[in-house]
């Protein structure tokens, strides 16, 4: 259950969070369709697969080195907490839709995968998350990565939906409580890797 509730609390602040990818969905769909945003949100279960291999490959061979899985949790804490501070300090998301055309699964692929964010996001936070829920059990490790692309790539969809409906809905009272209700939840969340990474240290 902790690590079913920390991969949705991740995944809905990382999918409404005002970025490269979400600024490419919400452009997708004003420009073409509520399909063409939605093939950009889908962008992250097919560029992330390489990233989480290979951090949790580089993780498994630091298993016994605390000092340094301890830095790497602190720095996951920092992470989080300047995703919280962002999520605090949301105003509105700015769109100015571009004349382009193409692919929009390609063009959400390649912008995910020039984005650093998600080498970041899976070096210091998900892969030691993931790490320590294959650690408890294998349905740890389900839920947590289950419940965060779930919610990533769902939230995306559901903006690239109420946005073919409604324009103005990046600028409502109603996502802005939404980003900051989810920017508190991500501080506290960066004060328990704080914990976890001081700990590791002093085992190191």
Same mark, same amino acid.
């Given at each position: 259950?902790? *690590? ?5 609390? !991740?995944? /809905? ?8 990818? =979400?600024? !490419? ?5 004003? +420009?073409?369709?509520?399909? %063409?945003?939605? @093939? ?15 951090? =949790? *490959?580089?993780?498994? @061979?630091?298993?016994? *080195? ?18 919280? &501070? ?11 839709? +571009? ?5 929009? /699964?390609? @063009? $959400?692929?390649? %912008? ?10 899976? =070096?210091?936070? $998900? ?8 650690? +408890?059990?294998? +349905? ?8 965060? &692309?779930?919610?990533?790539? $769902? ?11 409604? @324009?103005? /809905? #990046?600028?409502?009272?109603? &996502?802005? *409580? ?19 990474? #001081?700990?590791? /240290?002093?085992?190191?």
């Amino acid at each position: 259950m902790d *690590f079913l509730i920390i991969g949705t609390l !991740l995944g /809905l602040s990382a999918g409404f969070a005002p970025g490269p990818l =979400l600024t !490419l969905v919400i452009t997708e769909t004003l +420009q073409h369709d509520t399909g %063409a945003g939605v @093939k950009v949100a889908l962008a992250p279960i097919l560029t992330d697969v390489p990233i989480i291999i290979l951090t =949790l *490959f580089i993780l498994s @061979k630091l298993s016994n *080195f605390h000092t340094i899985l301890g830095i790497i949790s602190i720095t996951g804490g920092f992470f989080i907490l300047f995703m919280g &501070y962002q999520s605090l300090r949301t105003q509105k998301v700015a769109i100015t839709p +571009q004349a382009n055309h193409g692919n929009s /699964l390609a @063009k $959400g692929v390649l %912008a995910n995968t020039l984005s650093p964010y998600p080498y970041l996001f899976w =070096l210091s936070v $998900g892969a030691p998350t993931m790490t320590k829920a294959i650690n +408890q059990n294998i +349905q740890a490790a389900l839920a947590f990565i289950g419940s965060f &692309y779930l919610f990533l790539v $769902g939230s995306k969809i559901l903006l690239a939906m109420l946005t073919g409906r409604s @324009k103005s /809905l #990046l600028t409502s009272k109603a &996502y802005l *409580f939404i980003m900051r209700s989810l920017g508190l939840a991500l501080c506290v969340l960066a004060m328990v890797l704080f914990h976890d990474g #001081l700990g590791l /240290l002093k085992n190191g």
